[in-house]
């Protein structure tokens, strides 16, 4: 099955529009870091026959950032690929990447060697701490970006950190990476999700019935 389009999701206070016809998504997670490469066609596979027309991941920083000097996005660390995949198999992805990404996973994806230095206050303004989660969005976006739906991939959607509190703390980065963010919209803090596109910026909420009005 090719894929539904390439278009971008329009949020209205209704929901959705895809092609300016209203849109369910109707998403599952398979998580790429926990299973094998070879079994990653056999669960999308499997999510799509369920019904699904999206996949939604975490991307675990430690999973790809063993030391503070490497970054690992082949073999079985290779994001793209499973974003492709998902892509060729029809299905829409919301890429969830942290940095810190709770998931019942170690450290909630924050590297052990960040974690382990006790003079770095982690999901803070420490100058240090964001600098690691700079460094890390620089490796990380380059991956992201090109698979945007505005780019004709299969990427609609991004959370940025596991809470709004802390999102705050990303966001010149996450625009400096060409993942533009709403400037005149208004939603309760704990619902907000950014839809990745490169003309001008949307928000996408996982329940639209509890946000606040969109105002100017």
Known sequence: SGRLSTVLLTPTASGFLRDGRPHQIISGAVHYFRIRPEQW????????AMG??????????????????????DGDRDLGAFIDLAGELGLDVIVRPGPYICAEWEG?????????????AVRTHDPRYLATVEAW?????????PRQAAHGGPIVAVQVEKSFEALMLYLGTVRA?????????????????????????AVFVCEPAKAEEIRP
């Open 177 to 201: 990476g060409a993942i533009f963010l709403p400037r005149n919209t208004a939603y309760t803090p704990a619902e907000i999700e950014y839809i990745l596109r490169d003309d001008e910026p």
């Open 41 to 48: 066609r056999d669960r999308l596979a499997k999510l799509a």
């Open 108 to 120: 909630g994806g924050l590297p052990g060697w960040l974690l382990a230095d006790p003079t770095i």
């Open 137 to 145: 969005f620089g490796a990380l976006l380059p991956i992201l970006v």
């Open 52 to 73: 699904c027309d999206t996949v939604e991941t975490y991307v675990a920083w430690n999973y790809h950032a063993p030391t503070p000097d490497s970054v690992v996005f």
